[in-house]
């Protein structure tokens, strides 16, 4: 049908409000002023949000500030704390004993004099042959034995036997045992005896004359 044709009739259009009409229309008002309200709670709770938010940054930014200046304190104070007790602690000297030469000496001159040790040392043995070196130091061996038994007690510092295993526990004489190999952890270490080792527990040596000059190991000889 064409549009033409259509008619409108104006008493068909209500001229008065029914209760239906008004219903729908408290209605609409209501959903209006609740989304009204609705819209400003989401509103000011963003706004709430948003400021508690820049209220923790604020307060966070003041406590890593506090947190620094604390920091820096601390590591001022642990300075000086350091600087004064390095100023206390002196360092410790070790104070090394000058070994007086004078025994050694005679020693040596005692050797030269009952084995020849000096002369055994000094002589260039790789024109002798293995026999005439054995000869040669069977003397010196005789001639040493003797004075070391003569003016010397020794006797050795551990008592196992050689090759056997032995126990060093905590607190060990470090002076007077020798730890070699793989050295894992502390004491005890268990190990293989390689060898005694030896104490001087007595020594007498004869007394110096007058005079006599320690030095001369050996005075040359010349026969007339």
């Not at 000011?44 to 406590?63: E, F, G, N, P, T």
């Not at 206390?88 to 000496?105: G, I, N």
Request: proline share 5%.
């Amino acid at each position: 049908m064409p549009i033409k044709d259509i008619t409108l009739d104006p008493n068909l259009i209500p001229t008065t409000l029914d209760a239906f009409h008004i219903t729908l229309l408290v209605l609409l008002v209501i959903l209006s002023l609740s989304l009204l309200f609705v819209l400003t709670l989401v509103v000011l709770s963003l706004l709430r949000r948003d400021k508690q938010r820049v209220v923790h940054q604020s307060v966070a930014a003041s406590d890593i500030a506090e947190l620094d200046e604390v920091a820096r304190s601390l590591a001022e104070a642990e300075k000086v704390k350091v600087k004064k007790e390095a100023k206390q602690v002196k360092p410790s000297v070790t104070k090394l004993t000058d070994a007086k030469p004078d025994a050694a000496l005679q020693l040596l001159g005692l050797l030269q004099q009952e084995g020849r040790f000096l002369d055994f040392v000094s002589e260039d043995v790789s024109k002798y042959s293995d026999a005439e070196i054995g000869a040669a130091a069977r003397v010196v061996h005789e001639g040493c034995a003797k004075l070391i038994k003569q003016h010397f007690n020794v006797e050795p510092i551990r008592s196992e036997k050689e090759n056997s295993r032995v126990t060093l526990q905590k607190g060990f004489n470090a002076s007077e045992n020798r730890v070699t190999g793989n050295i894992v952890g502390s004491p005890p270490f268990s190990g293989t005896l390689l060898h005694r080792g030896w104490r001087v527990v007595k020594v007498d040596l004869p007394r110096l004359a007058p005079g006599h000059d320690v030095q001369v190991l050996a005075p040359a000889e010349i026969e007339l």
